[in-house]
DNA sequence: CATCAAAAACTCC
DNA sequence: GGAGTTTTTGATG
């Protein structure tokens, strides 16, 4: 079992995105309709599931969810919100140099799996890169949308793949 | 606890 | 269309 997580929606215009805080900061974020859809993740919907208690949120997790709210929205709207809320990524060493390089990417830009293995010394290792991509709690905030395959394709996207056309569209990138 | 085996949002021949 | 590379995850001894 992970630290608590306080869960809390997000209502956009495209839907109401769940997001998941640690006191630390922002530690998962959800696409509307599919809970979990990424693979191996095994999700008990028991009494495990901690719901939003809308009292009882620390204010550091508030403020956290007050950026995260704008963050996601100026990102729906096709442009790089100017500062991020405080991100508690979890994960393997090699995924958060992933995810920390994908971080860099600006806006209206793309770069290819291959170009994020290179960027984090793994040349090799495209596939794993991909993994990696996958298996980012904080899809659009961390913007694994912009990753394409080598030949100009699209690749896959956790989420569906029609979020990820959508948010690249939006930013004016043309596959 | 250490080891083996299978899968994955890729890339090159 | 097939083989190659790397990491993660679940099963097995």
């Not at 997001?19 to 693979?39: D, I, M, V």
């Not at 896959?156 to 930013?171: P, Q, V």
């Amino acid at each position: 079992m992970r630290n608590q997580l306080f869960q809390l929606p997000i209502a956009t215009p495209d839907g109401q995105f769940v997001a998941r805080y640690s006191e630390k900061g922002l530690a998962e974020l959800n696409f509307p309709q599919a809970g979990t859809p990424r693979r191996g993740v095994r999700s008990k919907n028991s009494s495990g599931a901690r719901r939003t208690p809308r009292r009882g949120v620390p204010t550091t997790v508030m403020r956290s969810h007050r950026k995260t709210v704008a963050a996601l929205k100026n990102a729906l709207a096709g442009r790089r919100a100017k500062s991020l809320p405080p991100l508690d990524l979890m994960g393997t060493e090699f995924q958060k140099r992933i995810w920390n390089a994908l971080r860099k990417i600006s806006a209206g830009k793309t770069k290819s799996y291959g170009e994020i293995a290179q960027a984090i010394g793994h040349p090799r290792a495209v596939r794993a890169v991909g993994g990696a991509c996958g298996a980012n709690p904080i899809p659009v905030l961390v913007p694994c949308h912009r990753i394409l395959a080598a030949h100009g394709k699209i690749g896959g996207f956790g989420g569906g793949l029609d979020w990820k056309r959508k948010l690249l569209e939006r930013e004016g990138i043309v596959v």
